[in-house]
């Protein structure tokens, strides 16, 4: 049985990896019996595995991201083939064997057996080890709650809060958006969800069945545009082996923590297309069916990144801006709210670096900085020290921003007399990688050696995602303590601190300014939000 180390799994080990050695002839082993099977069977296996995972709903050795590691091998080491028009042909021990191999191959630690490895990382920080467990993990364990209304603040209600400030570079996220996939983003979500709902529920599915729900719906698609959609979000064998070999590891020690296209790429195509005869009648499976959905909503950063790159990453950061100004507005009524811009009016910039925001609660003033940074691939595969340190660079340059801002707050520095009252300030950086949230805690007392820079630190600080704030925001918006929530945080996991508060105010989540625009949205489709559970995948066990 599996065992939880922070928010990650431990599975048994079947078959030790003791050197380089084992290491090979555990791939050779997997590759000998990926081979014995074709590949739709496999991937239909593994879809049907994971739907009922959350049927059963309780703890057992078949596990979301090393199911998708699995399909992640098939998928490179298996050839397109013929529609076999067989279902699952595999048997429960075969699969289960196969399982367990791809569970040690996945879990080995070139630490443990690599002599070069074990050197380099001698004088490390103990947390870098499960680091890289995590990174591998936790994308597969992303929560859907709340995400399909951050995609609708960030990508259609943010930019236009943007559009009416000056001094922002121009990139106009909505017509960039249309030519990436063809259409605009309502119609995309609206297409997303389809799919997911569709996924769940069938084996495969073929192109043409999104064109008859089109037609059905009214939706404003072109059949181009649905190609257009379809191509970025699905892959043959071998654009997804271009995807793995593009993102792969540089060390090839660390080879089984590589980047794994299905986050990019949730549907598969396992079957020649010309058998088809028509592009319409192509079918695809969703190995892990929970990732279709996220990739039609958190998904799209990554899927504007890729495209427009550092045009869409520059103003991504003042999107990310924007989007935290619309949640923070939600606290007015029961927090002083200080923007940047309001702050400069009597501080200016040569007095020193000031906050995106400041919460006065009380005696107590909360400083927020938004950071759009993400974990960088090096960083989730090695887990090296070189790599997090990169990582986190933008991460810790705003915590040491925030902490020379609070040393001037409570030195009651000219231009700040609306703190002068204040007794105590924390500080939280915000990110918009749920993952980078996510792992922060892991890597606290390291984050707080770098922080140090041979000197006492003397302010609070925490790292929190965007999703995390979301999650709060209702509870917050009806009184209860931002500064006492953000202290719980440091000694709490973010689950256990929601449900201490479900429990207190008797109402969850579904009062929160995202789930108002979920709730619109699904208006907007004909029928009650209460039916989002067709397509809407459920929480991660």
């Known amino acids: 049985m599996a065992h939880n180390v922070g928010n990650f799994k431990v599975l048994p080990c079947f078959f030790p990896v003791n050197s380089a050695g084992d290491l090979a002839d555990l791939e050779a082993r997997l590759q000998s019996q990926v081979l014995r099977y074709k590949l739709d069977q496999w991937l239909l296996k593994i879809h049907n595995k994971c739907l009922a995972i959350e049927e059963v709903g309780e703890d057992t050795i078949f596990y979301p991201p090393y199911l998708a590691g699995l399909a992640s091998f098939v998928i490179r080491n298996t050839s397109p083939i013929i529609y076999s028009g067989v279902a699952n042909s595999i048997s429960d021990d075969q699969f289960l064997n196969t399982y367990k191999h791809i569970v040690a191959y996945l879990q080995a630690d070139p630490v443990s057996f690599d002599g070069g490895v074990r050197e380099y990382y001698h004088h490390s920080d103990h947390e870098f080890l499960p680091f890289r467990l995590l990174c591998q993990q936790v994308p597969f364990l992303i929560s859907p709650t709340l995400k399909l209304g951050q995609a609708l603040l960030f990508y259609e209600i943010a930019p236009k809060r943007l559009s009416r400030k000056e001094n922002i570079a121009h990139f106009d996220l909505a017509e960039q958006f249309e030519s ?6 309502r119609e995309f979500l609206k297409i997303g969800l389809f799919i997911s709902g569709q996924c769940r529920t069938e084996n495969g599915f073929a192109l043409g069945l999104v064109k008859v729900s ?22 043959d064998r071998e654009k997804f082996r271009r995807i793995y070999e593009d ?17 990019v790429c949730p549907l598969i195509k396992p079957w020649e297309e010309n058998f088809f005869g028509s592009s319409d009648n192509v079918r695809l499976i969703a190995p892990i069916p929970n990732l279709v959905f996220y990739t039609f909503t958190a998904g799209i950063f990554y899927l504007m990144m890729h495209r427009f790159k550092t045009a869409f990453t520059n103003y991504f ?23 940047e811009g309001e702050i400069r009016r009597s501080y200016p910039s040569g007095s020193g670096k000031c906050p995106d925001f400041a919460i006065l609660e009380g005696s107590t003033l909360i400083l ?46 000219p231009g700040l ?16 990688d749920t993952l980078m949230g996510d792992t922060c805690e892991l ?19 925490q790292i929190m995602s965007f999703e995390q704030l979301a999650m709060l925001e209702p509870y917050i918006t009806a009184g209860i303590s931002l500064s006492a929530t953000l202290d719980k945080l440091r000694c709490q996991s973010v689950a256990l601190v929601l449900n201490d508060l479900k429990c207190l105010t008797s109402f969850g989540i ?26 809407i995948p459920p929480e991660p066990s």
Not at 247 to 263: A, G, T
Not at 393 to 406: C, P, Y
């Open 180 to 185: 990436l996939v063809g259409t605009s983003l």
């Open 214 to 235: 089109r037609d059905e719906s009214q939706w404003r698609v072109t059949d181009q545009a649905i190609h257009q959609i379809m191509d970025l979000v699905s892959a």
């Open 247 to 263: 993102q792969q590891v540089s060390d090839r020690r660390f080879r089984m923590y590589s980047f794994n296209p299905l986050l």
């Open 317 to 339: 950061g003042h999107l990310f801006e924007a989007a935290t100004e619309v949640m923070l507005e939600r606290l007015d009524d029961t927090y002083l709210l200080f923007r």
């Open 368 to 413: 927020i900085e938004c950071k759009s940074t993400y974990l960088l691939a090096d960083a989730m595969t090695s887990a090296s020290e070189e790599a997090i340190d990169n990582s986190m660079e933008q991460v810790m340059g705003a915590l040491r921003q925030l902490n020379d801002f609070s040393r001037a707050v409570m030195e009651r520095q």
């Open 417 to 432: 007399e609306d703190f002068h009252e204040v007794q105590r300030v924390t500080t939280v950086a915000l990110v918009f």
């Open 443 to 461: 890597l606290r007392s390291h984050l707080l050696r770098r922080l140090n820079d041979g000197a006492a630190i003397d302010f609070d600080w």
């Open 510 to 535: 579904e009062r929160s300014l995202l789930a108002v625009y979920e709730d619109a949205f699904f208006c907007s489709l004909g029928f009650p939000s209460s039916q989002r559970n067709k397509f």
